[in-house]
């Protein structure tokens, strides 16, 4: 397929071309270990740095994995200061479901418990090629679940839980709030999807329009498929799960009320389009929020920028109204 990029927005490109300078004209191919590395790279000051001087306490548990599965790890952010229970966010991390890991997420989640005083869990899951599909999505939904029965412990209101992640963990989150409705719980007030990664067949003409620029390329995308689902990966006749590609979903109808977003310059663009839509045609809720020139993760690597400005305020509006807030 034959595509010219849409723009990046130019001073996001600018910050694209301050991350690159200095690196090699024709990068390595993308392997696992290349991702992971690159990850790696992006410092994660300690939780309790990440806090500072407010008012928002953190707790580290092991809760239980799904069934025969090993535990997990999850991080529990609360406001210091809590009377009835308030609303829960339980995120899922990003990293094309090879890399990453929950702490990645504690400035978003920590800003978020600050402004609107719910509880947030953030989860460690097993990645992708060592743990294939469905081990991803079914630790994700058991973290969830415990989330849920120990609400109360937590000081959530059990019916206002909201599934939120970016990337590799909006696509999980997706196919979580899928799990949810099929095994009929626990109850989900909403589902936040950051450019979320839905779709693996890679036929968009988005996915195509970013072979070598921008921080998420079609190389990466196809390798974490492939990582999660082996030769599957793309072919419409295997039988691949929804919730672990939730574009493969035959049905939409009866989930929670979604936030789906992306950049304009991104190769998620059109899945997440095309995912609001049907959730649409259901007589589903979603709201659809594409953002001019901004690249994958524009948010994380352009904080101060306008349209990170503009879609901070967006969210954190969405949630208000979903939550009750």
Do not use: K
Not at 49 to 56: D, P
Not at 263 to 269: N, Y
Not at 296 to 323: C, I, K, M, Q, Y
């Amino acid at each position: 397929m034959r595509v010219t990029p849409a723009p990046f927005d130019p001073r996001l490109a600018a910050i694209l071309d301050a991350m690159t300078r200095g690196a090699e004209a024709d990068p390595p191919p993308a392997t696992v270990e290349a991702v992971r590395a690159a990850a790696a790279g992006f410092p994660q000051p300690p939780v309790a740095e990440v806090i500072g001087a407010r008012a928002v306490e953190a707790e580290e548990r092991t809760v239980p994995g799904p069934d025969g599965a090993p535990d997990l790890a999850v991080t529990v952010l609360r406001p210091r200061h809590r009377g009835t229970p308030v609303p829960g966010l339980y995120s899922i991390h990003g990293g094309g479901m090879i890399s990453g890991n929950r702490h990645q997420d504690t400035p978003r989640l920590v800003d978020l418990v600050a402004q609107l005083g719910v509880v947030a869990v953030s989860v460690e899951y097993r990645l992708a090629p060592e743990h294939p599909d469905p081990a991803p999505v079914e630790d994700c939904y058991a973290g969830l679940a415990w989330m849920a029965r120990h609400a109360a412990e937590l000081g959530v209101d059990p019916g206002r839980i909201v599934v939120m992640g970016g990337s590799a963990g909006g696509g999980l989150a997706a196919g979580v709030a899928l799990m949810a409705r099929d095994r009929g719980r626990p109850h989900l007030a909403g589902q936040l999807l950051l450019c979320p990664m839905l779709d693996d067949s890679n036929t968009t003409v988005s996915s195509h329009q970013y072979d070598d620029s921008g921080t998420w390329r079609r190389e990466m995308n196809l390798l974490g498929w492939r990582a999660l689902l082996g030769e599957r990966a793309g072919d419409p006749t295997a039988e691949v799960s929804p919730y672990a590609a939730p574009a493969r979903a035959d049905d939409l109808s009866d989930l929670p009320p979604a936030f789906v977003e992306a950049g304009s310059a991104e190769l998620f663009r059109d899945e997440d389009v095309a995912y609001a839509s049907r959730l649409w045609a259901t007589g589903g809720q979603a709201e659809l929020h594409i953002w001019q020139g901004a690249f994958h993760g524009f948010d994380v690597f352009a904080p101060e920028h306008g349209l990170t400005r503009a879609a901070l305020a967006t969210r954190l509006s969405w949630l208000r109204r979903v939550l009750g807030l």
